[in-house]
């Protein structure tokens, strides 16, 4: 098991609501990235944070916002949720300049109704 | 990045070699190839990952072709707790996000 640690484990939304989603890095990481995962597909990159800052997107709309803390700790934020949004969600730490060795948690199952 | 091409699901017999193949024909010098499988309900795990020469670790080992166009993951000793989908993604330099596909479902069998 990696040190990467998600909350919740399961979430049920209704379409509209906004949700937080939190990721605890492995310790030493310093970067943090996020992905969707929907139903028998691979995990689409959402965006990527270091030093606080975002680091690069992927194709997702505004809406989908994200926090990294001092501590390397992150949030993941979708507002407006859609029934499209339900999926599972990923965070994985890494270190810069190494991040495509990526380590995952268990993710975020969310269900938006 | 350079696009890769896997087999959409394999069988292997528990205690036999499993042996994932990955197409990536259009890939550039500078351009690594890594290895991540995802077990059923669980994020993906990093497994490994190569330049040109072949490596191996604790988990698997990983042969490129010289012409570097193909690789293909080995689990020496499959076991049924292999059983994951495999990917395999081509990434250029050491900095950015991973690009996932569709992968290759690998079921162990007893």
């Known amino acids: 098991e990696t040190g990467v640690t998600q909350s919740p484990t399961h979430l049920i939304k209704t379409r509209g609501q906004q949700v937080t989603l939190r990721c605890s890095s492995q310790?030493?990481?310093?970067?943090v990235s996020w992905y969707q995962q929907a139903l028998g597909q691979g995990p689409q990159f959402i965006f990527q944070?270091?030093?606080?800052?975002?680091?690069g997107r992927g194709n997702f709309p505004p809406r989908f916002s994200g926090l990294q803390f001092p501590n390397y700790s992150s949030e993941l934020n979708v507002n407006a949720l859609e029934l499209d949004d339900s999926a599972l969600y990923l965070c994985?730490?890494?270190?810069?300049?190494?991040?495509?060795?990526?380590?995952f948690g268990p993710g975020t199952r969310l269900t938006v109704t | 990045d350079a696009k890769t091409t896997q087999p959409p699901s394999m069988d292997c017999a528990e205690g036999r070699a499993a042996n994932l193949p990955c197409n990536h024909s259009t890939i550039s010098g500078n351009e690594y190839v890594y290895w991540y499988r995802q077990i059923h309900s669980q994020g993906p795990q990093y497994i490994i990952h190569g330049l040109k020469n072949n490596e191996t670790n604790e988990m698997a080992s990983l042969i490129i072709t010289e012409d570097r166009k193909s690789s293909t993951l080995i689990l020496p000793h499959a076991t049924l707790r292999d059983t994951a989908v495999y990917y395999c993604i081509v990434i250029r330099g050491s900095q950015g996000n991973l690009i996932f596909g569709k992968g290759t479902k690998l079921s162990v069998k007893p």
């Open positions: 310790s030493g990481h310093n970067t």
């Open positions: 944070y270091y030093r606080e800052e975002e680091n």
């Open positions: 994985a730490s890494s270190l810069w300049g190494i991040s495509y060795e990526q380590y």
